[in-house]
């Protein structure tokens, strides 16, 4: 899950750079087109959004494991009992 996290923030990244470099200005002319700005920052803001979710997904993902670590697994929980019980009534 963090991978999808890094990609997504990567993705996000990438189209946030190149927004930047997006034409706001039509080619016939040196007036600046609002619809072309609002294109660069609508793409500026999509990528930004990304960084944000991969981010998310990747602390997600962190969690996940560490909960993961935390839980013990069930052939660990036969092994305890058996152990305890035995030492209750040998000891």
């Known amino acids: 899950m963090k991978e999808y996290g890094l990609a997504g923030a990567g993705v996000g990244g990438l189209v946030l750079g190149l927004s930047f470099f997006m034409e706001t200005t039509a080619p016939y002319s040196d007036v600046v087109n609002l619809q072309l700005m609002q294109i660069q920052m609508m793409a500026w803001q999509g990528g ?31 092994d305890e009992d058996e152990k305890n019980d035995t030492d209750y009534f040998l000891g």
């Open 48 to 78: 930004l959004a990304l960084i944000i979710a991969g981010a998310v997904i990747y602390a997600a993902g962190e969690i996940l494991e560490q909960v993961k670590r935390m839980v013990p697994s069930d052939e660990n929980d036969e």
